[in-house]
């Protein structure tokens, strides 16, 4: 049952490392941590993306690949000097294969304090039907 | 370079950076970078991570806290002691809902860092912005530089 539903959104995290187009922008690419799950009519991506505003955000979605891409820009003024540093200004990307079984034209995207909510609906002959018996 | 974030589950509840931990800190990781050609993060590998820096009036505190109201976050700042806690919590969505991928970290954190000098704690800003804490930490009035004029 989880290996059927899996199918809808597949990591592609290793064919990305594999081909992964060169970054034009120096700094450390980050992989997102993600929720993803599922109900009967839609699936849900969360992916954390702290410093991200949606203006720096990027969804990208062709040939069945979502591509999420965010840039953090470097939130410290000029005249700074470090004490202690934990992380450091990149991007985060991450990608996923969906299949055909998402209403493409109908994914909706939030990013809410640093929190990417994705939403991608099922099409109508995906979804699950219960069918009654009736007795003749 | 893809760099993952982990989240060791060691037991570290605060962590203190004085002079000599912040030297053994930078050797750590320059060996770290040298032997595994990676520019591996000096992170405590606690939730949250924080950059700490400072200029002559202010030292800055950032932390990564995404996805949090600023109610579920507590911060004090006594001398030049200042903590930062809170609880992450990740609601479940709906019922019938079934996961393929939890990665994102939750529960309760605890942070206390030791600066180098004292705040001055009535004037410490917290702003919160795209899923990062900002804290704005005056230094008090007499640790900071002042130029001395030498008279002739």
Redesign the interface.
Known sequence: MATEATRDVQKTQQSTVAAAPEQTRTGPVYSPAVDIFENDSVITLLADMPGVKASDLAIDLRENVLTLTGRVTNARAGKESNVLSEYRPGTFVRQFTLSETIDQPKIDAQLTDGVLRLELPKVEKARPRQITVRSA | ?????VWPSRPTFESS?SDYD?VR?EMLRLLETATSGD?G????GVFP????????DN??I?A?????KPSELSISAVRNRVSLSGKRE?PR??E??????????EGAFNRA?T??AEVDPERVEAR?T???L?LTLPKAEQVKPRQIAVRT
């Not at chain 2, 991570?49 to 002559?56: A, E, G, R, V």
């Not at chain 2, 990564?64 to 949090?68: C, D, K, L, S, T």
């Open positions: 370079m893809l760099v993952r974030r950076f912040q800190r520019a993060e000096q992170g405590a991570p924080m950059n700490i820096t400072q200029d002559d030292f800055y950032r990564e806290v995404p996805g949090m990740i969505e709906h019938r809902a079934s996961y393929h991928r939890k990665e994102r970290p860092v600066l180098a919160y795209d899923g990062i900002t």
